[in-house]
């Protein structure tokens, strides 16, 4: 509506002709768009789409027109269809990387009865944006006019949550849950919307408040009549034989997707059996279905409890609320209930990798090393366990032992005392390389390999490295199988080399080369599955990662500074303090999640807020690493002076206390 509220704040003697030249489309097409909303809000869908498709057989590159062509097209239309598809058709013609296009396609084929092919069209709208609303919407009603409601729901949802505060999002999620029969979700669903509504005044709003209060008025009828079908509670003789006929109510409406039924179902189940574990099992994934995170997570605790004669079942309860609890970004938590899980079945998997994944999330290496070695313990051939376990030792390598580790692969040139910092990410490269197998690949791929692989002997037998060289005959026989996969892919030559990984790094260098970046999405693709990003694709925004840049962003404000992970960890050992102790008074450091990795910020600037006495040392002991003085000194006492006896020297922290400071 932006081109219409620009037309319409423009000053009436300027008439539409300024409108044109100011709003940047045609006079005709804004009246076209103001008339069309007119005829939608007095009901008449067809009657709006012709006078949009009109509007831009004048404007044909009016985008907000034509999308609001593609949410009139009427469901039972074939006929205007045609017309739809027919301007989408010229759209990508002219603008491929527009969703728009690939939407009025999709619509198109839907209202034509093509199901396949309007998936796959909305598929390649959601491709090129991921982020707006009407792909969702569009493809949430195509999996529901494919007869997939379950689908159609999810989606709809997803579109909701990146569209909260849109009524429509609201309106059309709830005409999908009200068609499969879940009233009470439908109903919530209508609520959310209509207090959206609450302050709206604009010809839309006047329309979706009209529909969405009598879908209200239909789905809580249909509650009150689905309460009453469900029988009270009777005595207590007859309680055993009743819960057993509503946990198969409750079952077949969760099976059958009806989140709401199904949750009024295992409330009167509760009431019949309060203490009966499989319910509480069962109840708890309904809750987190329906987004009651804190409600589920309760649940499955319950559930483990009361399976205390079953230990695996426990187990399995336990590990799920971990996983919930990782959802709601509390990992202490999650690392809780993954250790009572192994508590109730000490040797089971997916509770020691979970336990794993948690301890490295709060980058807590030592210990998921330790749990690492214990699943190759229990399971040898365990092969990420042990791509994980050599990648955490590359992480807490120092300094002095990644220069010795490239010495000895004759990867550097001339002599060098010092670590640069693309030395620290040339041996990550290198060892990620040796960890999926390029000693073997180079082994079968190149018939002389003297020189490009090296036999190191050690107490535990002998490891073959690639040498510098080696890694550089890896990445150029690698670099050409990349090419000839992205081109089965489908992508041209030009475009191959500005390809990006997902978070924006480049995959091929100026050489025609892959990147370390690079070569790690090639070595993890899959044909059929895209991983990459194309020239025009922007860097998709997760919701934790917008909030971890704000954060960030006020953090920095405050006089913090983001510094790596590898200076995070050797801090650590140069404080010789407790993770959680840094994020206290008076050491104040920060911490952001993004969704990928754990983001540290530490106080940096002298005279903020969160400087003291205490952690000003911290910021000087990053810059001495950063200018590769990372010794740490192991003498207790200080040189005695003129006679003086010798001082005791003190870390920063003591037994877990940060030294000389009481609270």
């Given at each position: 509506m932006k ?17 044109s030249?100011?709003?940047?489309v045609?006079?005709r097409?804004?009246?076209e768009?103001?008339?069309a909303?007119?005829a939608?809000?007095r009901?008449?869908e067809?009657?709006a ?6 509007g831009l ?18 469901d039972r ?5 045609g017309?739809l ?21 999709c619509?198109a ?11 796959a069209?909305?598929r390649?709208?959601?491709e ?25 729901a ?13 009524y429509?999002a609201h309106y059309h999620?709830?005409k999908?849950l ?5 009233s ?6 209508y ?14 709003a006047?329309?979706?408040r009209?529909m ?20 009270k509670?009777?005595?207590?003789r ?5 819960a057993a006929?509503?946990?198969i109510k409750?079952r ?6 009806n989140?709401?039924t ?6 009167t ?20 279905r329906?987004?009651k ?7 499955y ?7 205390s ?14 996983e ?5 970004g509390k ?5 809780a209930?993954?250790?009572l ?32 070695e214990e ?23 120092t ?19 010092g ?14 390389a ?7 690949y180079?082994k ?5 390999s003297?020189?490009?692989?090296i036999?190191?002997?050690t107490?535990d037998?002998?490891?073959?490295l690639?040498?510098?060289a080696?890694y ?13 996969f ?6 041209g030559l030009?475009?191959i080399?500005k390809l ?5 790094e ?7 080369k ?12 899959v044909?059929?599955t ?9 860097v998709p925004a997760?919701?934790?990662?917008i ?11 405050m006089?913090?500074?983001e ?8 801090l650590?050992?140069y404080?010789d303090?407790?993770e959680d102790?840094?994020?206290?008074s008076?050491?104040?450091m920060?911490?952001?999640?993004d969704g990928i ?21 911290m910021?000087?002991a990053?810059d ?6 990372t ?6 006492t200080?040189?005695s002076?003129f ?5 005791k020297k ?14």
């Amino acid at each position: 509506m932006k081109k219409y509220r620009c037309l319409k704040n423009l000053p009436l003697a300027a008439g539409l002709l300024a409108a044109s030249f100011f709003c940047g489309v045609p006079a005709r097409a804004g009246q076209e768009l103001e008339r069309a909303h007119e005829a939608a809000a007095r009901g008449s869908e067809s009657r709006a789409f012709d006078i949009a498709m009109e509007g831009l057989k004048t404007a044909p590159d009016d985008r907000e027109l034509f999308l609001y062509a593609v949410e009139l097209l009427p469901d039972r239309s074939p006929g205007r269809a045609g017309a739809l598809a027919s301007a989408a058709a010229a759209r990508l013609a002219g603008k491929p990387e527009d969703y728009a296009g690939y939407l009025g396609l999709c619509k198109a084929m839907r209202i034509s009865g093509k199901a396949a092919e309007a998936v796959a069209n909305c598929r390649k709208a959601l491709e090129t944006d991921p982020t707006a609303y009407p792909v969702y919407r569009e493809l949430g009603l195509t999996y529901a006019a494919a007869g997939n409601p379950r689908k159609a729901a999810e989606t709809l949802a997803q579109g909701v949550e990146i569209s909260s505060s849109s009524y429509q999002a609201h309106y059309h999620l709830a005409k999908v849950l009200e068609k499969r029969g879940d009233s009470t979700r439908a109903a919530a669903s209508y609520s959310s919307g209509l207090a959206l509504l609450k302050n709206k005044t604009s010809l839309d709003a006047g329309y979706y408040r009209a529909m969405m209060k009598a879908g209200l008025k239909r789905t809580s009828v249909k509650k009150r009549t689905a309460r009453a079908r469900i029988p009270k509670p009777a005595p207590h003789r007859e309680n055993k034989e009743l819960a057993a006929a509503c946990m198969i109510k409750f079952r077949g409406e969760f099976l059958n997707d009806n989140l709401g039924t199904a949750l009024a179902a295992s409330d009167t189940c509760l009431d019949y059996a309060p203490s009966d574990p499989d319910l509480a099992a069962e109840r708890a994934p309904l809750m987190v279905r329906l987004g009651k995170y804190e409600e589920g997570v309760a649940e499955y605790e319950r559930a483990a409890s009361l399976y205390s004669g079953n230990r695996p079942a426990s187990a399995f309860c336990r590990i799920k609320a971990a996983e919930t609890w990782i959802k709601l970004g509390k990992q202490d938590n999650a690392l809780a209930q993954y250790r009572l899980a192994l508590k109730a079945a000490p040797q089971d998997m997916n509770a020691l990798e979970g336990l794993a994944a948690a301890l490295e999330a709060r980058s807590d290496p030592a210990g998921s090393l330790e749990i690492y070695e214990e699943i190759l313990r229990l399971e040898p051939g365990n092969k990420r366990a042990r791509t994980r376990k050599e990648e955490i030792k590359v992480a807490t390598l120092t300094s002095e032992q990644i220069l010795s580790e490239l010495k000895l692969r004759n990867a550097l040139e001339g002599k060098r005392t010092g670590l640069l910092p693309e030395d620290r990410k040339l041996y990550k490269a290198i060892k990620a390389a040796e960890i999926s197998g390029a000693v073997d690949y180079l082994k079968k791929k190149v018939r002389y390999s003297r020189g490009l692989i090296i036999a190191h002997k050690t107490d535990d037998g002998t490891r073959l490295l690639l040498s510098g060289a080696g890694y550089r005959a890896y990445v150029s026989r690698v670099s050409r199988e990349a090419v000839k996969f992205f081109e089965t892919e489908g992508i041209g030559l030009r475009e191959i080399f500005k390809l990006r990984t997902p978070a924006g790094e480049q995959i091929f260098d100026k050489a025609g080369k892959l990147t370390a970046e690079g070569e790690e999405l090639w070595r993890k693709s899959v044909p059929g599955t895209k991983n990459w990003l194309l020239p025009y694709e922007p860097v998709p925004a997760s919701p934790l990662a917008i909030q971890a840049d704000k954060d960030i962003s006020e953090a920095e404000k405050m006089g913090y500074k983001e510094i790596s992970e590898p200076e995070y960890l050797w801090l650590l050992r140069y404080t010789d303090c407790p993770e959680d102790l840094m994020r206290t008074s008076p050491l104040n450091m920060k911490t952001a999640n993004d969704g990928i990795r754990l983001r540290y910020l530490l106080c940096s600037v002298m005279n903020a807020p969160c400087m003291n006495q205490i952690n000003m040392s911290m910021p000087l002991a990053i810059d001495d690493y950063r200018n590769n003085k990372t010794d740490i000194p192991d003498t207790k006492t200080s040189t005695s002076f003129f006679g003086t006896g010798g001082i005791k020297k003190h870390r920063l922290c003591e037994d877990g206390k940060v030294w000389g400071y009481e609270k």
